[in-house]
């Protein structure tokens, strides 16, 4: 049974950092590209972060360029997200997601993804 797991949400004053992870089991992981979505209330859920699944090549949405970094440690079968210098509009539950990828292709989109998180909520107060 595939399973993930974030952890590491939780409330930050606008300009802080949190660390969020996403625990995966019951897969291979190093073959997934692993990415991390977003959903704030009221919008659709929208692509945050891909990591191939070497760790070696890594793609941002434009508005956290420079204040994200996503990464993974194949070893313990966890993607990080660290978020930093944090705004109010960064505020969201946030999902990670694992899409089969063979060729380390990065996926955006999110009908490329086969498995999915429960997501864990970030809040940013001004």
């Known amino acids: 049974q595939v399973r993930l797991v974030e952890s590491g949400g939780g409330l930050v004053q606008a300009g802080g950092s949190l660390r969020v992870s996403c625990a995966v089991s019951g897969l291979t992981f190093r073959t997934y590209t692993m990415g991390w979505f977003r959903q704030a209330p009221g919008k659709v859920r929208e692509f945050v972060a891909v990591i191939s699944g070497s760790g070696g090549s890594t793609y941002y949405e434009d508005s956290v360029k420079g204040r994200f970094t996503i990464s993974r440690d194949n070893a313990k079968n966890t993607v990080y997200l660290q978020m930093n210098s944090l705004k109010p509009e960064d505020t969201a539950v946030y999902y990670c997601?694992?899409?089969?990828?063979?060729?380390?292709?990065?996926?955006?989109?999110?009908?490329?993804?086969?498995?999915w998180g429960q997501g864990t909520q970030v809040t940013v107060s001004s």
């Open positions: 997601a694992a899409g089969l990828s063979s060729s380390g292709v990065l996926y955006t989109t999110e009908p490329r993804y086969n498995y």
